[in-house]
């Protein structure tokens, strides 16, 4: 009843728009551009996909390079439109925050691919289906970061997620890629099902609209046992999707089975579509309901923060330990979102920037360690430098961006965020960041230790064997060119911090949503 009443609802508005005259106000179909840039790519990666997985390995990456690079294009040049109007009947806006976001899902996706040609054929799957899924992921997470209408959102969860199931399980001969799939398959159906019965709740509190604008308006009006239970199934499903605890089971087991490539898009990509959410949902409809998601927020991000570092320090495996920290690097951005000032949502888009590098260049690392000795145990680290310089210098440089050590990014990122919660009176918060963030430096400084410090004789048996680097095979050279560019900006960033602070505020200024909230 819910999609067929919000059906009706549209053709009704495109009915009246064409009646007027106005189809093309109506559709705005511009707004859309970048997305069907990387629409035009999946398309013609599965068209050469036919052709031969030779074809394929030689075609399919400059096509993907060529779509994501005209998307991150086009979003740069609707930056800042002035007399920005909604698109496709209102169900969607590209307004500077959609922007700004939908660029760090463009870029999680390019530089996962970078790291993906070599891993992929390693494996002996399809390199055309691979990346076939894996922009279908990114239009449903780009789509989810302007969707201003329930039925948007629902289908662009819906292509996210389903992608995603698809990614998880994509290693067909792995028993562990097969569980994680299906272990993701279900906690997401069920997070899927729950928001659905919410959505269906503010559609029936608004008389049949389906609008953000429209369910706003009316819950201003409405404070009934049923706004509740909808904020908390809408809560819900945000807080799957950010991986914030309790919400978190499926991280660790999904991290640890997926192929790595695919855990680097979802601790990226996916969890910058989950915050655009939070902020387009709660920030947007919820404003009346102020004081009760903040707090629910709040309790959140404490227990991520503290539940992400502390287990974090007992993990033998490196996409463990990195999956519980990304539980905890979603409780530091969570302190942007309670805050609700312009500085705390400025912040929120900062980090989610500087994480987008210092996290994809940690898991570049792992790769690149992975494709060389197939493991993931942080035991066999021990004494890398001798063996691999780069793999050691880069790992160190973004697991100490990661915890936080000037001069790196995740630095001054971090400390965005913890002035703007003070600046907002959420002392709680700052307080717990700050100690969980000591406890984070332990587990990345522990690793940093094991590759540096060990003596040529203490070295593990896999560094013993490590084979001779050689840079000429296929795949390597991406892979070698995502490493060294996320490690520079990680480095050198902080230095940068300034201006791209100043970016992250025209997110925010940029976007009328927010400055309503604000104001």
Known sequence: MFLLGALSSVADAIGSGAGTGGLNLQLNAGAIAPEAAVLIALLTCLLVDLAGEKAASRWVPPICYAGLGSALVLLALQWNIPDLQPAFVGSFLADNLAIAFRAVVAASTLISLLLSWRYVEQSGTPVGEFAGILLAATLGAMFLCGATDLVTIFVSLETLSVSSYLLAGYMKRDARSSEAALKYLLVGSAAAAVFLYGASLLYGLTGGATG??????????????????????????????????????????????????????????????????????????????????KLLFTVLAVLSMVLGNVVALAQTSMKRMLAYSSIGQAGFVMIGLVCGTEDGFAAMVLYMAAYLFMNLGAFACIILFSLRT?????????????????????????????????????????????????ADHQYLLVVVGLVTSVVSIYYYISVIKMMVVKEPQEASDVVKAYPAINWSVAGLPALRTALVGCVIITAVGGILSNPLFTWASQAVTGTPMLVQAIG
């Not at 049923?226 to 809560?235: C, D, I, Q, R």
């Not at 880069?394 to 965020?417: E, Q, R």
Request: aromatic residues 14%.
């Open 374 to 422: 197939g493991s993931d145990r942080i035991a066999d680290y021990a004494g890398l430098y001798q063996k691999d310089p780069l793999i050691t210098l880069g790992l160190s440089l973004c697991l100490l961006s990661l915890g936080g050590i000037p001069p790196m990014l995740g630095f001054f990122g971090k400390i965005y965020l913890f002035f703007a919660g003070w």
């Open 212 to 293: 953000l604008d429209a369910v706003a308006l009316a819950l201003r009006t409405s404070a009934s046992p049923v706004t509740a239970l909808a904020l908390v199934f809408v809560l819900a499903t945000v807080a799957f999707k950010i991986a914030a605890v309790p919400f978190h089971q499926w991280t660790p087991d999904v991290y640890e089975g997926s192929p790595t490539p695919v855990v680097a898009f979802l601790s990226v990509g996916s969890k910058a579509a989950g915050f655009a959410l939070a902020l387009r949902i709660l920030v947007g409809c919820f404003e009346s309901f102020d004081a009760q998601w």
